[in-house]
């Protein structure tokens, strides 16, 4: 078996205008570099660009190397779905320096199908019908072309810390756990008030991250459908905003998501409950190995909702696409995607995986043996409205996630004043 050259690095670039000026205007060049790495001898090195957690472990990748010989996979993970998007919007824009497979998020998704003509296009008949119909009609550009594959969807539901539970006169099974839940977001906070009376500790993580969960059951928060921006006079949005920072100051820890004190606080019991993805799953127990009070209820505010997603893209700058897309439907073929699944919890959005005994029998030791297959299963089928993410969802989200922590974590505003300053943040988006 040959030495892979796989590493992981944290990549991180400034996005500016210029490089959207670059790609709307045409001006990105094919470039001369080699990012495949292709020899002369036939061997090539590609590379991959993810961010989080994927689930795509270096067993899975040696997996790849070992069925295909001379191929070497280099793995680049960025710390978060924002430093990947900066990244791949300013080198897109410049016509190189892209990885062969490049990860793309569900929220800044619609953004990137603008320059869908810089994506190679990725149709088969080998993977026709392999995804939820949504998950592929949102890849298929206005040329019919499938420009990404899809990887997972993010059915929601709660994580919460046993021990704590316990500590504050609380139930600690997770079917008593759901029922104590089950309701609407006022009942979570009910709930949540609760605990804070009894513990003098905080009942989630942060506004922000409370907040993604509550706006993703909307299905115009930000946008109409003819690309109308209603952000800013939408009174359900306003409500969500109010109703999360109200709760938050008492019962928010004040931690930013993906901050080091959020990553510490996963582990050392700073919140009692938070909104879990299937993809979160992975994020918590690889970040409090320790910890053996973590739990997962079937259930979730409000009915059913999804968080994230993701998508694997060739760019058509790569010196090696038809191998790329070659690893990139293998990647999120049915058996790989049930792989990462028991990896990291990332749910298949493949149908065939759902009926899959591997899916549907899983459970999870760290979340004392959840069965989160059959869990994540039941809050996809709760899941009954698809948010409308169109060109401006993401600068419109990152302006609210800044108002959100200028009250909860930073503490520089009031919820007014910050609301004031996300009506200018928008406003000023054109």
């Given at each position: ?112 199908m603008q320059y869908s003509d810089l994506l190679t296009d990725l ?44 500590a504050a006169g609380l139930p600690t099974d997770r079917a008593e ?254």
């Amino acid at each position: 078996m040959k030495i892979s050259r796989r590493r992981s690095t944290a990549a991180a670039a400034l996005a500016g205008a210029t490089a959207l000026t670059l790609i709307a205007t045409g001006c990105a060049s094919t470039g001369d570099a080699d990012p495949a790495g292709s020899g002369s001898d036939g061997e090539i090195t590609l590379t991959l660009a993810t961010f989080n957690d994927f689930g795509y472990t270096d067993e899975l990748l040696q997996q790849y190397e070992d069925e295909n010989p001379g191929v070497t996979i280099v793995h680049n993970k960025a710390a978060t779905s924002n430093d990947a998007r900066d990244n791949f919007f300013t080198k897109l824009g410049a016509g190189s320096g892209l990885a062969d497979v490049e990860a793309v998020e569900i929220d800044w998704f619609a953004e990137m199908m603008q320059y869908s003509d810089l994506l190679t296009d990725l149709s088969s008949d080998d993977v026709a019908d392999r995804w939820v119909d949504w998950k592929t009609d949102a890849a298929t550009d206005a040329d019919g072309r499938l420009v990404a594959y899809g990887t997972d969807i993010g059915p929601e539901a709660v994580c919460y810390r046993s021990d704590l539970f316990e500590a504050a006169g609380l139930p600690t099974d997770r079917a008593e756990v759901a029922e104590l839940l089950n309701g609407d977001w006022d009942r979570y906070f009910e709930v949540g008030q609760e605990y804070v009376d009894a513990t003098g500790a905080a009942w989630f993580d942060s506004a922000g991250a409370t907040y993604q969960g509550m706006i993703n059951q909307v299905e115009f928060a930000y946008e109409q459908e003819d690309g109308t921006v209603i952000a800013t006079e939408n009174d359900e949005v306003k409500g969500i905003y109010e109703q999360v920072l109200e709760a938050s100051a008492t019962q928010s820890a004040h931690l930013g998501q993906w901050s080091d004190d959020w990553f510490a606080g996963l582990a050392n019991g700073a919140f009692a409950t938070m909104l879990c993805p299937g993809w979160m799953l992975g994020v918590i127990s690889g970040n409090a190995p320790d910890v053996t009070g973590w739990d997962v209820a079937n259930v979730f505010p409000g009915g059913g909702g999804n968080w994230g997603g993701s998508y694997l893209t060739v760019p058509a700058q790569g010196e090696n696409t038809e191998a790329a897309a070659k690893f990139a439907a293998w990647l999120t073929a049915p058996e790989q995607q049930l792989s990462a699944f028991e990896a990291a919890g990332t749910f298949p959005s493949q149908v065939e995986a759902y009926e899959s005994d591997t899916l549907l029998s899983a459970t999870n030791p760290y979340f004392n043996d959840a069965p989160v297959g059959e869990i994540l299963i039941e809050r996809s089928q709760a899941i009954d409205v698809a948010p409308f993410k169109s060109v401006k969802y993401f600068p419109i989200n990152d302006a609210m996630q800044k108002a959100l922590t200028r009250v909860d974590s930073d503490k520089t505003h009031t919820i007014e004043s910050s609301w004031e300053q996300f009506v200018a943040d928008v406003n000023s988006l054109g």
